[in-house]
């Protein structure tokens, strides 16, 4: 006769596996579905639109054909926006990194009046919503001569995800003991080479975390891309280019979902190479610590 306890292992480990597959079908249809709307020809989707199935004979890439498509050519034109994205969002990143760095690797090591405090000051300005300073930086980057620029576009991507980056990057170097970068500099290290040979390493996971945290958020930034850029469609982000495609009443919905495809590859691929470099950044760092 089956105990007590023996029941209960064997029920919670069938539940388990149950809610989670409960939680990946909630979490995976509603991207398949989109998938299979974006290789639907529109009149098939008109004739059965709860259709769940597509054999590959009646797949259709001219959805997609039609949105990379530059707009000379009666297409969208994303991916000339997909390129403009990918210039905002990796140099926001690349940049972002090089600042917020030193600056955490400051924080965390470096004692001066106030260190233990004022990372949480640079978080202080996520308190000001971001429509309260669009008025002022509208106004400053006209000014400037940055308004119609994805340079400019950059700098306030860059001042948003600084705090954040430099706060997250500081909460796991605190973690790394000290004495690491004390044995290297008793083997002749200097500061620089302690960031670079032994924390950079050490930090990688944290860095990767970031740099994707960081890449995110300048690739889906709708608001201030649409401040800065609405009046020059050829330097227009991909969230720009979607929310056309979205508003747009003569688009129909296969097309509106191939849209929405294309930017959500990239996010992905990313997303899964770094949970790979993730690992190996942990083991790598632990094996030159």
């Known amino acids: 006769m089956m105990n007590r306890d023996t029941f209960e292992t064997k029920l919670f480990g069938v539940l388990r596996w149950v809610v989670l597959a409960g939680l990946a079908l909630a979490t995976l249809f509603p991207f398949y579905y989109m998938i299979l709307l974006s290789i639907r020809p529109i009149e098939d989707l008109l004739q059965n639109p709860g259709k769940l199935w597509v054999s590959f004979p009646e797949w259709t890439t001219s959805t997609y054909e039609d949105v990379l498509k530059s707009t000379d050519s009666d297409g969208q034109g994303m991916l000339s926006l997909l390129g403009n994205s990918a210039i905002v969002s990796l140099g926001t990143m690349l940049l972002t990194l090089v600042i917020s760095i030193p600056g ?7 004692r001066f009046f106030g260190h233990k405090q004022i990372h949480f000051l640079f978080l ?3 308190l000001f919503p ?3 300073l669009a008025v002022p930086l509208f106004v400053l980057f006209t000014k400037l001569g940055l308004r119609d620029s994805l340079v400019g576009l950059m700098i306030v991507y860059i001042a948003q995800t600084l705090p954040v980056s430099i706060y997250r990057l500081r909460n796991y170097l ?6 690491i970068e004390e044995a290297a500099m008793i083997d002749g290290c200097s500061r620089r080479q302690i960031i670079t040979r032994v924390t950079i390493p050490l930090a990688a996971p944290a860095i990767v975390a970031t740099a994707l945290y960081v890449f995110m958020i300048a690739w889906n930034e709708f608001l201030f891309a ?3 850029l609405v009046e020059d469609r050829s330097k227009w982000t991909v969230s720009l280019g979607l929310a056309q495609l979205s508003n747009g009443v003569e688009v129909s919905k296969t097309i509106l979902m191939a849209g929405s495809v294309v930017p959500t590859v990239p996010i992905v691929i990313l997303f899964y190479a770094a949970q790979r470099f993730l690992t190996e950044g942990l083991t790598s760092g632990a094996e030159k610590a």
Do not use: G
Request: no cysteine.
């Open 174 to 179: 605190v973690t790394i003991p000290a004495a």
């Open 104 to 110: 955490a690797y400051a924080i965390s090591r470096l």
């Open 124 to 126: 202080a300005v996520y």
């Open 130 to 132: 971001a429509v309260l």
């Open 226 to 228: 649409l401040l800065f």
